[in-house]
């Protein structure tokens, strides 16, 4: 069986692993690397609760190969606040609006929402429901995740 | 005092939410970890005549596979938690050949990653021996079994529906439905020197350690379930889930931490979910809208394997002033994975057909369906002639009504177009779900920094509990928010009560609060009297000093009681019964009928052409008895709401009848909302502290959201149309006419 | 997942040279391929990764004849301006499938590669053509409400998900392939093999082939063009019944229709019938709706899925309408 080392760059740092070809990068950031806040719900691309950032766009990490991840840059949820802990603008808008219940979708529904804000998305509470609509949400605290995005995409 | 009760604190679980820090069960480090993955039965019934697990033994990493000839071990007796246990299902997969329903465990493989052992599973070769086999309640060789212990008689129903002038009479059909959390279900098990240490999503750690307790044949003691966060139950997670009991196993087989995360298909057939029902209602009034009689029969699907119903008959048959009531319940035995508790288990299907019929009848009589409803308001309750502990549904329905803009609507059917052109439908339905309670107990530490912690093995599954255990301790002690502290999720806690039936905070709650009582008078003994005035003690010839003085003084620095609280119908035995990990609860049916209301509105907009349904808006205002906290209440009954707009219009478990399985076994395939399905969502409470039902007040939260809500659309669907559809989902199919 | 060997190339004459390996597959996005997989629907031996290689990205609209690099992201020809003024169907057909997340990953090219949603293909465990040729199809008396009308047989009645093949097939597309030894052009007519014909074939694609670019012949009747998809929610879901109509006016009359349907097919369904009505006529509903009539006509439709014929016609409809707005 073929062991690859796959140097995977998360959260502005390197981590060079051996890993099964197999493993996705989902399984790579929490079975390797101990980062369990991205979360798994489906492992086929249909809940968004796995969503991180590559190179700056939102993915799904249960559908990339950690191998084809190496020499991109991962954000997870866990790089997502400043350096000195402060939380992201995204995080504190989803706490200020109770945008979340039993928070397993939560990483992920924040992963998405800063992207959707950075990309233009944002504009309308229409528009924020559709391009968040890959980020299933049991729990259905739709509402108040649009409320949470539209706050931060105004201020930005 | 900002963290007492009816304030609208911040959900104290938050900040770990956002920032990935909250761990839930697949999240634990366990330090050499094996993995497992199952297989499932392709076929709902027959045996297993041979089944060949070599290759996968040979693959790369196995460490071990386990089927129904290598699973010997003795086993403690444990049951279905419907009779009395904690097990999902009375049937344990691998005890034996036989298979009863499709996707059902047949083999477990453990190997060093998770890579292998998902590969290796699919290496086992089944030979079966299949016998035919229902999956379907509607399949024509399943018989009704009628359940004689849940009929009501009232009057004369029949007779009353023979004469009078008005009548109603239709059936109703809801499809199996499925919880699917977010958080696929997982277990780790370990075991140090005889203990076993499980991480399992759970929302009743207390129900989980006793079962596996009695499984393991060890003291109760050691087995510590640790589940600080779950991840969406909705009643998925309520019972020991059989590969819980088989990873334990493995994992005490290997001496060596096993980890099982099931896969999503798996989901639909290892665990429980909503079964089918199908609702006849007939409905009697006189032609000024007063209701002569009501009759509401009730099938619902069962399993071969456990007999499971949820009635919801006994609900409906007091929802409105009538001098005849029959109601009748009857399940259906299927080959199907055993049914349970999903949101709201027996009330969202029921409801749905109950409601449309009284919309179905105001539209008989010509009447406003607020009017109609409002007009049968029942004084007290029609079967037992109980008095309410407390019920304000004609307010629900009037400030509802308000909020919504009901008066606006125009009567006739597709009579009301937008702008655009869609077909605006209005609906509206009554909500109502039983509270119940059961004893709890907790304990609260009071130290001299300031900080109290509340603990107890409760469980937050989004609910608010964390929060809400917080502002009930803080509401006595006086503490500031920010010094409060909740522990919960884990049974080495004082015993919490299950997460399931709206009963946590009632429950729970209670229980905080005389504990947080105790430690306010041991705080003032050693204080040497007075009285506790936000967080001070004031002596009875008005001198003022913080509490935290006072704490100071103790020798430990701290106060702490462990307090127990049980509702007055239930006895002690079944006090000691319920802390240890069994089921007590009260029922609504005391010395007072106890029950949250809710009075529903939504608006839908269907397209002329297409016939798509879009739920445009939605109202739901609530008496739910006092409301600690408002903000993680509002969110609770908004994302029951949703759940009910999901139920109208989208959610249904296939069933293929031919190979009794299920079809549509993943998330592109079982649909529930998105966020662009949802559209406006308005959430009222009544102000009302209900002390009939319990010291803090408190009548339920967590169900009673979804109950209205599909009877709301499909009679605003009714409203947009002119078609009445008497099934959910209701699909563009049903209304291409 | 089975066992297989990852490579990485780092140029396309490496890749092809890699494809044409036994037992090789080719990943791009992933978003289709890791999912087949992961459920043993597929298991190479070999994974040939594509998905960086560059110069295969490139979107031009300039020229006569439109170019997608096989390996753009959906979500980049999805917000290209100059796509969503001229051609507002492809745009559409991308903006409304998948999720944003999954638009970033899936390639335009592996996008035409999609395998069908059917239940019975994707358990693992029932009879099927697609997966286990000659063990026959659990559709046809299992649920098929999301299954096909056209292009299925008794083998095989399952249906093709994409949008943006359905899409492309209103216009005069073509798939440009590469493998080592040669490169060739199929009509995107041609490249689907409809699951009826071959329910274990998808494509014209052989061992060691990949596709690097898809053509699109400049039309006018690209502005007067929409994507109309109906689905059981309102985003994140598969098409029940889809239609791509593109169409050029002469003032209410419809000078020259192109239409395709989706969600209703075992690959992407030109409507020469539905055309043909339109061509000629004065645009109303009506003719719309006679439009929608003419193209499922020859639908077959199974157990559950006959509502398709309804509504689909009702989709012809609105699509015309929205189009003809356009043109």
Known sequence: MQTLDVTLDVNGRTHSLQLDPRTTLLDALREHLGLTGTKVGCNHGTCGSCTVHVDGRRQLACLVLAASAAGRAVRTIEGLAAADGTPHPMQAAFVAHDALQCGYCTPGQIMSAVSCVEEGHARTDDEIREYMSGNLCRCAAYPNIVAAIADVARAA | ?737 | ?327
């Open chain 2, 1 to 737: 005092m900002d963290g007492g009760i009816g304030l609208p604190v911040t959900r104290r679980d938050a900040p770990g939410k956002v920032s990935g820090d909250a761990q839930y069960a697949a999240d634990f480090p366990h330090a050499g970890c094996a993995y497992a993955a199952l297989t499932t039965s392709s076929i709902a019934r027959g045996r297993i005549v041979r089944i060949d697990t070599a290759q996968a033994e040979r693959a790369a990493g196995v460490q071990m596979v386990l089927t129904h000839r290598s699973l010997n071990e003795g086993l403690g007796e444990e049951t279905f938690a419907m009779k009395g246990g904690h097990m999902q299902s009375s049937f344990l997969p691998l005890t034996s050949d036989e298979v009863h329903y499709a996707g059902q465990i047949v083999s477990l493989v453990i190997a060093d990653t998770q890579e292998q052992a998902e590969a290796a599973s699919r290496l086992i070769a089944i030979d079966y021996d299949a016998q035919p086999a229902s999956a379907s309640m509607d399949d024509g060789d399943r018989v009704e079994k009628p359940l004689e212990s849940k009929s009501i008689d009232v009057g004369n129903a029949n007779a009353a529906l023979a004469i009078s002038p008005v009548t109603i009479d239709a059936t109703y059909v809801t499809p199996a439905q499925h919880h699917n959390p977010i958080e696929l279900y997982a277990t780790s098990a370990e075991w140090r020197e005889g203990r076993l240490l499980v991480h399992v999503p759970s929302q009743w750690v207390m129900g989980t350690r006793m079962g596996l307790a009695t499984i393991f044949g060890i003291p109760a003691e050691d087995v510590h379930v640790e589940c600080p966060y779950v991840g969406g139950g909705f009643g998925g997670k309520a019972t020991i889930l059989p590969h819980t009991v088989l990873i334990a196993m493995a994992a005490r087989r290997l001496g060596r931490a096993v980890k099982l995360v099931v896969p999503r298909e798996a989901m639909f057939t290892v665990g429980s979910f909503r079964p089918a029902t199908r609702s006849r209602v007939r409905l009697a009034a006189e032609r000024d809208g007063t209701i002569t009689a009501v009759s509401h029969e009730q099938a619902g699907q069962s399993a071969t394997i456990d007999h499971v119903s949820f009635a919801v008959t006994e609900v409906t048959a007091r929802m409105y002033a009538s001098p005849n009531i029959r109601v009748r319940e009857s399940t259906v035995a299927t080959d199907v994975n055993t049914p349970g508790f999903q949101r709201a288990p027996a009330e969202a299907p029921g409801f749905f057909g109950f409601e449309c019929a009284v919309d179905e009848l105001a539209v008989a009589l010509g009447m406003d369906p607020v009017a109609l409803r409002t007009k049968n308001e029942p004084a007290r309750d029609p079967v037992g002639n109980l008095a309410w502990s407390s019920r304000k549904l004609t307010e629900c329905f009037a400030r509802g009504a308000e909020l919504f803009g009901w008066s606006r609507r125009t009567p006739e059917p597709g009579s009301m177009v937008a702008e655009d052109g869609a077909l605006i439908g209005y609906g509206c339905a009554t909500a109502c779900y039983p509270s119940a309670s059961g004893p709890s107990a907790a304990r609260i530490r009071y130290s001299a920094d300031g900080v109290c912690i509340v603990s107890l093995s409760a469980h937050d599954l989004g609910t608010g509990a964390y929060t809400v255990m917080g502002q009930i301790a803080a509401e006595v002690l006086g503490v500031p928010n920010h010094l409060v502290r909740v522990q919960l999720g884990d049974s080495t806690l004082p015993s919490g009560i299950i997460a399931g039936g709206s009963v946590t905070t009632s429950s729970s709650g209670s229980a905080v609060h005389v504990t947080a009582l105790a430690v306010r008078d041991a705080l003032l003994r050693a204080a040497g009297g007075g009285e506790l005035v936000d967080g001070f003690v004031v002596s009875p010839d008005g001198s003022r000093r913080p509490a935290t003085e006072v704490l100071a003084e103790c020798t430990s620095g701290f106060i702490e009681e462990t307090g127990v609280w049980k509702p007055d119908s239930i006895s002690d035995k079944q006090m000691q019964n319920g802390l240890a990990g069994g089921m007590a609860f009260s029922s609504a049916l005391g010395k007072y009928a106890t029950y949250s209301f809710g009075a529903q509105f939504a608006e839908v907009r269907v397209d002329p052409l297409l016939r798509t349904v879009r739920v445009h808006r939605m109202v739901g205002v609530f008496d739910c008895g006092r409301i600690i906290n408002p903000r993680t209440a509002r969110s609770n009954l908004a994302g029951g709401m949703i759940w009910g707009a999901s139920f109208a219009l989208l959610e249904e478990t296939q069933i293929d009848r031919k190979r009794a399985r299920f079809a549509n076994t993943d998330l592109a395939g079982y649909h529930f909302s998105t966020n662009a399905d949802i559209g406006e969502v308005v959430v009222e409470m009544l102000d009302g502290s209900d002390t009939l039902a319990n010291p803090i007040g408190t009548k339920g939260v967590g169900e009673i959201g979804i109950v209205g809500m599909p009877a709301a659309i499909a009679n605003a669907v009714y409203h947009a149309t002119g078609v009445r559809v008497r099934k959910t989902p209701i699909q563009v199919e049903d209304l291409l006419v």
């Open chain 3, 1 to 327: 997942m089975q066992p297989f060997t990852y490579v990485r190339p780092d140029t396309l004459e490496q890749a092809l040279h890699e494809a044409a390996e036994p037992g090789a597959s080719v990943l791009a996005g992933g978003t289709t391929m890791v999912d087949l997989m992961r459920g043993d629907l597929a298991a190479p031996r070999r994974v040939v990764d594509i998905g960086h290689l560059p110069g295969l990205s490139e979107i031009d609209l300039s020229g006569p004849v439109l170019r997608f690099g096989a390996l753009a992201r959906m979500a980049d020809a999805a917000e290209d301006a100059a796509l969503k003024r001229d051609y507002p169907a492809l745009a559409e057909s991308l903006q409304l499938a998948a999720s944003q997340q999954l638009r970033n990953a899936a390639t335009l090219g592996g996008n035409l590669l999609q395998r069908t949603r059917c239940p019975y293909f994707r358990n693992g465990v029932s009879a099927c053509n697609k997966r286990v040729p000659g063990s026959g199809c659990s559709a046809l008396d299992g649920e098929d409400r999301e299954m096909a009308l056209f292009g299925i047989s008794d083998a095989c009645v399952a249906n093709y998900p994409g949008d943006w093949g359905t899409a492309l097939a209103a216009f005069d597309t073509a798939v440009e392939i590469r493998s080592a030894a040669a490169s060739r052009t199929v009509p995107l007519a041609n490249f689907h093999v409809a699951y009826g014909d071959d329910p274990a074939r998808e494509t014209v694609l052989e061992q060691g082939e990949i596709v690097t670019a898809i053509t699109v012949r400049a039309t006018p009747a690209g502005r007067g063009s929409t994507y109309a998809k109906v689905r059981d929610r309102q985003s994140y879901a598969y098409a029940l019944v889809s239609a791509a109509v593109a169409l050029e006016m002469d003032g209410d009359t419809v000078a020259s229709a192109r239409v395709s349907l989706g969600g209703v097919a075992s690959k992407p369904w030109r409507s020469a019938e539905a055309e043909a009505v339109l061509t000629g006529a004065t645009l109303t509903e009506a003719a719309g709706l006679r439009a929608g009539e003419a193209a499922f006509a020859g639908a077959r439709p199974g157990r559950h899925n006959a509502f398709k014929v309804e509504l689909g016609r009702r989709v012809v409809a609105r699509a015309a309408l929205t189009a003809s707005r356009r043109a």
